[in-house]
């Protein structure tokens, strides 16, 4: 099965978002959507509790930062998805991620409460997304001065998010 890298155009996102869309099949969006769901959250809940505040470097985000840093690029992607649809041709700006998670306050949430707004998150982009149709995917729009398509941004989430797991595997809980 091809990957969104591979089947989408190359007018539909910019080469940074290259690597997140290469991670994902080509397939049904709001089916992924969900699927991820239930694999990131069977994901999440077994995070030992004692690795929550945990950097792997100096200056490094904690994990808990991580999960906050998905649901937010998740709430501002799906955003983005939504006004595209709309046929809003507002050009929307970018987010500083960095400047966003010092602001979090990750460390007063518990894992539920991360866990719990990440699954909210998803399942507002899951609603939205089943409520689109074949043209509403195509449709396009700028924000942090790229283009995307509305479908684009669907596998981007996705993509996202599962690199950001990747990283929690590899840096975080090794």
Known sequence: MKT????LTKS??????HPYLALVPFDNLSELLIAELNNQLDFLNDIPIEKLHYRYAENKWTLADVIVHMTDAE????????????NDKTELPGFDQNDWVKSAGSKRNTINDLIGQFKT???QSIALFKGLD???????????????SVRA???MIIGHNR???GKIKTLYLR
Do not use: M, P, W
């Open 12 to 17: 539909e996102y910019e080469s940074f978002f």
């Open 163 to 165: 690199h950001h797991i």
């Open 153 to 155: 941004i669907g596998y």
């Open 75 to 86: 709430r501002v992607f799906s955003y983005r998805a939504l006004r595209f649809a709309r």
């Open 134 to 148: 074949a043209v509403d995917l195509l449709k396009t729009g700028r924000a942090s001065n790229c283009n995307f």
């Open 121 to 123: 998150s998803r399942n």
């Open 4 to 7: 969104a890298a591979e089947a």
